[in-house]
Nanobody, 116 residues
């Protein structure tokens, strides 16, 4: 079965960095576009970053452009989100997502809190 497991969240001060990881299994990872989303309390879930199956093409929400970098390792079935220059408004639960055989699959999420 499809599994997505995020890790790497935590508490960080403004201006700091975190690297999130998403370990995947149960589907053809190298053939799938992958995405990171986030959901802050009281807000809708929003897409943060997107990467093509080969890793050649990436897209970002305007709010994170220049600060976040999405990457993947197709040999390890892993997708990453490097987050730099973090701001309090980046506080949210971060999820990775894949669309596979007509449906979305989500991980359980990892909490990122940016606070002094």
């Amino acid at each position: 079965q499809v599994q997505l497991v995020e890790s790497g969240g935590g508490l960080v001060q403004p201006g700091g960095s975190l690297r999130l990881s998403c370990a995947t299994s149960g589907f053809t990872f190298s053939g799938c576009r992958m995405r990171w989303y986030r959901q802050a309390p009281g807000k809708e879930r929003e897409m943060v970053a997107d990467i093509s199956s080969s890793g050649d093409t990436t897209r970002y929400a305007d709010s994170v452009k220049g600060r976040f970098t999405i990457s993947r390792d197709n040999a390890k079935n892993m997708v990453y989100l490097q987050m730099n220059s973090l701001k309090p408004e980046d506080t949210a639960v971060y999820y990775c997502k894949v669309f596979w055989i007509s449906r979305d699959y989500w991980g359980q999420g990892t909490q990122v809190t940016v606070s002094s």
